[in-house]
T-cell receptor
Framework: QKEVEQDPGPLSVPEGAIVSLNCTYS??????FMWYRQYSRKGPELLMY????GNKEDGRFTAQVDKSSKYISLFIRDSQPSDSATYLC????????????FGAGTRLTVKP | NAGVTQTPKFQVLKTGQSMTLQCAQD?????MSWYRQDPGMGLRLIHY???????DQGEVPNGYNVSRSTTEDFPLRLLSAAPSQTSVYFC???????????????FGPGTRLTVL
């Protein structure tokens, strides 16, 4: 069993839709949770970062962490064609890139 | 700033050949790392470095060597390429906060490697 599971999609939605992206994990010691966005043929870029449980909002993006269920989510409101990308979840026990574990990524397409 | 640069963008090797993937950053970051990205597997850490002269193994180090002679450069060497090393390779860098741990990683554009 992988430490981090992420549905690879692909996910296709119309412009303006609310998008929900999710990851589950097995390691209860994970405390730091991140979402990366990766455009085609580019490197990942950090989108949002959350420590422990709770919600974090940044513009149209909301990250949720439910440690009791070992489940994290990224919501995108009013999705735009420019949001079309692969979204990777990542998590670690300490604030240290050395032990970060990544999900396989969900490919999202937002159609105009 | 150019950020993190990687060369080459694409490479095809035959089994048994060796090559070096180049990575450079101009942000004066102490921490640099190499990942490979395979379909269905996510990013996996190969090697990392916390400064010039210091390197360590990540999750999947076998078949790869690294060195860090300067802050700016962190090359990845494939000693004897195998088809299992066909992948997309990303280099990344970040600051090392004085408080400990690491900081946001900035990734390069990647090198697509095919081993026949």
């Amino acid at each position: 069993q992988k430490e981090v599971e992420q549905d690879p999609g692909p996910l296709s939605v119309p412009e303006g839709a609310i998008v929900s992206l999710n990851c589950t994990y097995s390691n209860s010691a994970f405390q730091y949770f991140m979402w990366y966005r990766q455009y085609s043929r580019k490197g990942p870029e950090l989108l949002m970062y959350t420590y422990s449980s709770g919600n974090k909002e940044d513009g149209r993006f909301t990250a949720q962490v439910d440690k009791s269920s070992k489940y994290i989510s990224l919501f995108i409101r009013d999705s735009q064609p420019s949001d079309s990308a692969t979204y990777l979840c990542a998590m670690s026990e300490s604030y240290n890139n050395n032990d970060m574990r990544f999900g396989a990524g969900t490919r999202l397409t937002v159609k105009p | 700033n150019a950020g993190v640069t990687q060369t080459p963008k694409f490479q095809v090797l035959k089994t048994g050949q060796s090559m070096t993937l180049q990575c450079a950053q101009d942000m004066n970051h102490e921490y640099m790392s190499w990942y490979r990205q395979d379909p269905g597997m996510g990013l996996r850490l190969i090697h990392y470095s916390v400064g010039a002269g210091i390197t360590d193994q990540g999750e999947v180090p076998n078949g790869y060597n690294v060195s860090r002679s300067t802050t700016e450069d962190f090359p990845l060497r494939l000693l004897s390429a195998a088809p299992s090393q066909t992948s997309v390779y990303f280099c990344a860098s970040s600051y090392l906060p004085a408080s400990g741990g690491t900081d946001t990683q900035y990734f390069g554009p990647g090198t697509r490697l095919t081993v026949l």
